[in-house]
């Protein structure tokens, strides 16, 4: 029943997103006026970039993120630049994906980041890129927030990565 309630939910939210921020802001996070932000002090072009989504994408061979516990998985899949798409797959039952099973780049743009890189546009991708499951819930957003981004963000750093492009599901 929590599956089909959190399904029900994230179509509604979506339709009516001031509802949305009226569900965050009673669980005490943070709303849209308190995005930190850091500008970009090199061009782009000079740039490591990496991809963290909240869309549920890890390979088929990793553990599926857990999609029975109600509060979410706040866990996240390292994802090597090198895969082919095909090896990748979602695991997310609170956003209709059905597009993105069919061509997985608009939740994961990898392909299109080789692209930019080939093009020039940007120096390097990231070897090793982030997911996550985007719907995190109660106890579980403090070990997001408190462990597992800030370890996302370690591996992400210790790359070497300039830039963080974040994609939603």
């Known amino acids: 029943m929590g599956r089909i309630k959190n399904r029900l939910l994230a179509k509604i939210f979506t339709r009516f997103p001031f509802l949305l921020r009226g569900y965050f802001q009673r669980r005490g996070l943070r709303g849209d006026s308190e995005i930190p932000w850091t500008p970009l002090k090199k061009d782009l072009r000079d740039c490591k970039v990496a991809i963290v989504t909240t869309a549920g994408v890890h390979l088929k061979s990793q553990q599926p993120f ?28 609170y956003y209709d994906h059905k597009d993105a099973d069919k061509d997985i780049n608009i939740v994961f743009p ?7 890189k080939n093009a020039g546009e940007i120096k390097a991708v990231a070897d090793v890129n982030i997911g996550f499951m ?35 599901g």
Do not use: C, W, Y
């Open 110 to 116: 990898i392909d299109r980041l080789k692209e930019m």
């Open 134 to 168: 985007g719907h995190i819930d109660d106890q579980l957003l403090s070990v997001l927030i408190n462990e597992t981004a800030p370890e996302a963000g370690k591996r992400l750093k210790a790359q070497g990565v300039d830039v963080v492009l974040l994609t939603p």
């Open 66 to 93: 857990d999609m029975k516990d109600k509060k979410g998985d706040p866990s996240f899949r390292e994802i090597p630049a090198n895969i082919p798409t095909s090896e990748l797959m979602i695991t997310h039952d």
